[in-house]
Structures are given as C-alpha cells and as structure tokens.
C-alpha cells in the first residue's frame, strides 16, 4: 500500500484560496464612492466660517463671536460690526451704547428679526428710525434677480418675507426687489448703519452660490474701502432663567407667597381658647402591682409567680415552725390543715401544682397559698 504524500492537503488549500480569490475579483468591481462626514472644526458651530474666511483671503482680519452681551466692550470706531445675532437679551443701555458708537464712525450691520419677536428685542432697529415690513414675497433656494443701486441686476438667494423700512430717502446702498428693500444702509452722524433683511445667504450653504459673495463684500466695504477689521458676531442670545423668572413670572410669584401665608395662617389659627394641660394623677401602688401581675400573665411567666409565693411561704414556716422541717411531707400537710382549714389535697395542690395554664386553677392556687401563708 502507497503511503499520502504530504504535499497533497497543502496543495488542495491553496488551490481552493486561489480560487476563492479569483471568483471574488471576477464577481466584484473596485468603485470609488463620495460619503459626505459634515463640516468639520470651527465650520461645525459657526455658521458663517466660510464668509470669515472669505474676508480674510482679500485680508480683512475678521473677528467671530458667538454673542456681544451687556457690558461687552465694543469694537473700535475704525472697525466694522456685523450683528447677525439675536439680541433677546440687549437691554436698553446696550442699544444706547450701539448709537453712540455708530455716532462716533463705526460702521454696523443689523439682522432683523423674527415675526414673533416682541417691540422690546426689535427696538434696536427703532432706534436707529428702521422698521420691518413683513408682506413681502418670500422665496425658496431658487436664484432671482434683485436691483442693486438702481443700476445693477444680480442673482441672490434671499428667501425671507421681511423687508426693510426706512424713513430717509438718503442711502448709500440698497438692494430691493418690486415688494421692498432688503437690504438697507444710511449715514448716521459720523458712521453707518445698514439693515438687512436675512443673513442666510451669508452662511457656510449660500455664500458661495450666485452672486451671494459680491453682495457680502459691497455691504462690507459699502463707504469705499474694506475696514480695518470686521467683528461677526451669530450666536443667539437670551436672558437668563432667572432674569425671565423675576421679569416675565412674577405672576406666578405673587400667587405662591399669597399661598404660602394662607397656608402659615390656617396651620396657626384655632378654634376657641387652648386647653387646659391635664392633672397629673397619682396611682396607687396596688394598680401597679395588678398591671404587673396581668403584664406577666399574659407572658406566661404565671407558675414563676406562685413559685415566688411559694418560697415566702416556706421561709414564714420555717420561722414560726422550726420543728417542722424534721417531719415528712404528709405530716407537714396535715398540720398545715389543721391551722389553715383547708383540705390536704387543696394543700397539696398549693405547694406543688405545676399545670398553671388556666386563669382559675392559677387564682385558686394563689388564694390557696396566701391563706396558708397567713395561718402560720
């Protein structure tokens, strides 16, 4: 018989992963395909990255801020404020702030705000004489042609129903379309404020669509040349909780410290004067002894009792009759009948009763042992 030659099975694996191989190249292609991560870095929470980097690419340092809150300080008259913020939380002197600067030469840039936003977090925009139409056309992401200056057609993505509302005929830049303004820009004493109707054609999605960026630049560089530098402020920014609380719920307030003194005020009334504390009784001494003998009782604890009477018992006979403990037992129960007049077997049970479990039979032996104890 032929011995296996040892390169058989080695030859069989490779042969089969060889063809294992050449069926999966020939059933499956090679393909390249684009899968879309999402932004990354600081393009991930700021909405207009690409509008700061496309400034600073024609060298305008540009500054991003999340929100430009009450006390802040402001930028620098020489330099440029674009507020695309919310300003839920600017209070009245951060506005007079914001006037006094543009009255000193900057240059700032408002957002307007949403319908359903109160006269108090548009009165930015009152201030400096605008106002916000809100009948306008509103579009979607299709491209349409808006004026620029009376004198130049371009194509944006404005989208909103808003439209700006000045009071002045004097401007140094505008865009409309046939329902109003939408961009807006005036001198106010030494500077310039402009109001813009929407900033979502500025974002990381539409800045780089159509003639978005021509119009980012004009607004920007709207009195002849770029600024020194540009702050971006677009976070959104509300009052506190509890600035909203004590402003808006002292409603609720009011009510709760009606409710809590209605409260102190039922749990301390009463209903006529205070009672009398009680007298302190004093028990007598038999009560106790009676309440202790029951406690006892119930606990079972009865023959441990007659076994106590029955050792005071024993010890006045062994006072008053010493003979006796010289006598038998029967001998000592008949002298104890003639003296207590009590039959032997009751003396009998007296002195060595043990089945105690029933009230009777346990208060029958103690009169029994007691009226022993008192005829000796």
């Known amino acids: 018989m032929k011995e296996k030659s040892p390169w058989l099975t080695p030859f069989l694996f ?10 999966f190249l020939a059933l499956f292609e090679k393909k390249e395909i684009t899968v879309n991560t999402g932004r990354q870095g600081e393009a991930r929470t700021n909405p207009f990255h690409a509008a700061v980097r496309f400034l600073e690419t024609r060298g305008v340092r540009t ?28 209070s009245r002197e951060r506005n007079e702030e914001l006037k006094d600067w543009v009255s000193r030469g900057g ?13 108090r977090q548009d009165s930015l925009l009152t201030d400096f004489g605008f106002g916000v139409n809100f009948d306008g056309t509103e579009y979607l992401d299709e491209p ?10 371009i194509k944006t993505t404005f ?6 509302l000045f009071p002045s005929e004097e401007t140094i830049m505008y865009l409309k379309d046939d329902f109003g303004f939408w961009y807006v820009s005036t001198a106010f004493d030494q ?5 813009l109707s929407e900033s979502d054609l500025f974002d990381n999605d539409h800045i780089g669509r159509h003639d978005n960026a021509f119009v980012f630049w004009e607004i920007i560089t709207q009195t ?25 719920g002292w409603p609720a307030l009011l009510a709760l410290a009606l409710l809590t003194g209605f409260t102190l005020w039922r749990m301390g009334s009463r209903q006529g004067p205070i009672e009398p504390d009680p007298p ?77 479990e029933k009230e009777d039979v346990f208060l029958q032996t103690v009169i029994d042992i007691e009226t022993i104890r008192r005829a000796l």
Do not use: C
């Not at 490779?14 to 069926?23: E, G, H, N, Q």
């Not at 009450?70 to 600017?90: C, I, K, M, V, Y």
């Not at 989208?159 to 700006?164: E, I, L, M, P």
């Open 107 to 119: 240059q700032l840039i408002i957002v307007a705000q949403d319908r359903d936003d109160d006269e």
């Open 159 to 164: 989208r909103s129903a808003r439209r700006v």
């Open 224 to 248: 002849g040349e770029a600024p020194g530098s540009v702050w971006l402020v677009y976070g959104e920014e509300y009052e506190s909780f509890w600035t909203l609380f004590f402003n808006k």
């Open 280 to 356: 302190l009784d004093r028990r007598r001494l038999l009560e106790h002894i009676e309440a202790s003998g029951a406690f006892l009782w119930r606990r079972g604890f009865g023959l441990h009792m007659v076994e106590v009477l029955r050792g005071i018992m024993w010890s006045r006979l062994r006072h008053r009759h010493p003979g006796w403990q010289k006598l038998e037992d029967r001998e000592v129960h008949e002298r104890i009948a003639e003296i207590s007049g009590l039959t032997g077997l009751r003396i009998q049970q007296a002195v060595k009763r043990e089945d105690l």
């Open 191 to 195: 500077g310039t404020v402009g109001v």
């Open 63 to 90: 500054k991003s801020l999340r929100r430009l809150g009450n006390g802040q300080s402001l930028p620098d008259t020489d330099e440029f404020l674009f507020l695309a913020a919310t300003r839920h939380a600017f």
């Open 144 to 153: 349409h042609e808006l004026t620029w200056n009376e004198s130049v057609t």
């Open 14 to 23: 490779f042969s089969l992963l060889a063809l294992v191989v050449l069926l």
